[in-house]
Structures are given as C-alpha cells and as structure tokens.
C-alpha cells in the first residue's frame, strides 16, 4: 500500500511524507493445528522528526520482519503462540548508515493457553517477551512514578534490560434465558516485575524519557452478551 497525507493549506508544510511496502505469507491448517507465516518490507521517507535543536527535520529509512503464528486446540484446551521478529532502521541523511529506531524491539514472544473447566468455569494464562528498548549513552536514571525518585538504570551494549510477564485470568461464565454474563479477574505482570521503558509522548521519537511500567495489576471485569434468539446462543457458544 501507499498512503498520500495532505495537510490544510494554512502555515508551512514540510515535503509530503512517503511510505512503501509490500508483503507475503502463508498459511496451513488442520483440524487441530494452524500455522501462519508473513514477511514484510516497509521503505519510508521525508519522516518528520524534531530534532534536539527544537528544529524539525524528515527522515528515511526501512522496516522488515517476519511474524509467526501457531494455534491449536487438544481437546478443553487452546493454545497460541506468535513470534515476530521485525527491525526498524532510520537515518536523517542518504549518505549516513541505518541506525535503529528508539523504539525498535527486534524479538517479541506472546504465548496463551486457555482451558475450559466443568461448571462454565475457564482458566487462561499467558507470558510475554520483548526485546530491549535502546537508551542513549547520557541516559543513566528513570523516574519511577509510584516512588516518586529516580532510579538508576542498567544497560546491556546500549539497550535496556529485555521485558517479560506472566499473566493469569479466571473467567465465570452464567447463563439465564437469553442472557449471558462473564465475571473475570484477570491478574497481569503475576510476579510483579517493574523495569525501565520508554514514555511514549507521540510528539518527539528521539531519545525519549524513561520510566518504569506498572507492579501486579488485578482487574476484574464484568461482561454481558444477549441473543435474540436461543438457537443464536447455542450457536456463538459452540463457536467460542
């Protein structure tokens, strides 16, 4: 796809931002198992950027990656899992080398299982990875908010430390006449890890402040679904 923005003709306006890509997959499924695959290829120029000066300067760059997905289902229980892995490349001049974008995460992990358990009840859980955040070599603090201090950082060849999670819901489900209800709490980041991320302010890409991301979280949710009719119901419960 190409994508052309047009802006309102008042003020000045930067050259026309451009962006390219193309892509393929593929996919294979049995009545147990599903795999899919997909590679892109993004190229991307006249960027706006905000530079350290306060001036505004355009980019050019690239974006490429793969993304994997397998999903199966034995008996009660369901399972996913993506891979991506993709990278993200930018350079203010033609004649400078790519560098990775701030917020550029080359592996992310996401894998859940879900079981069905007697009584309408069902328990999911799932764990998260991604790679580590870039920071700049004067970057040396990140200000917890829940602490209200700064807190020094660790770095690993010029990245942050890698994130990962644990998360865990138990879902309810009641059933009465053409009404559906769902009572969930969903636990996320189970054994609390807290590190180091990027605020992300959609205002200015380049070296962004840090801070760190929430504890143990629990929510609890409360869900309501209606069918017209009860064949309708029986129908989306068979699906689902």
Partial sequence: PSYLLIGLPEGTYLPFERSDGSSAGARWASSALSVELE??????????EFEKDGSVGQLNGRAYGV???????????????????????????????LTPAWFDQPHRLDVVVN???????????????????????????????????EVSITKNNGRLVPFH???????HHMF???????????IQNVYSRRIPEPLITAIDGGNPTLTFG????????????FWPSRQRRDADTSAE
């Fill in 39 to 48: 590679g892109f290829y993004r190229h991307f120029d006249r960027l706006s």
């Fill in 67 to 97: 993304e994997t997905h397998v999903q199966s289902r034995l008996g009660p229980i369901q399972s996913r899992l993506i891979y991506q892995y993709t990278r993200s490349m930018l350079r203010e001049d033609t004649e400078e080398s």
């Fill in 115 to 149: 079981a069905a358990l007697p009584r309408n009840w069902t328990l999911s859980a799932r764990f998260r990875f991604a790679s580590n955040f870039l920071v700049s070599d004067e970057t040396t603090a990140a200000y917890d908010i829940l602490r209200q201090r």
């Fill in 165 to 171: 999670a644990a998360d865990l819901k138990v879902a």
């Fill in 176 to 186: 009465w006449r053409k009404l559906r209800l769902d009572f969930t709490l969903d």
């Fill in 214 to 225: 929430l504890p143990v979280l629990p929510i609890f949710g409360l869900d309501a679904y």
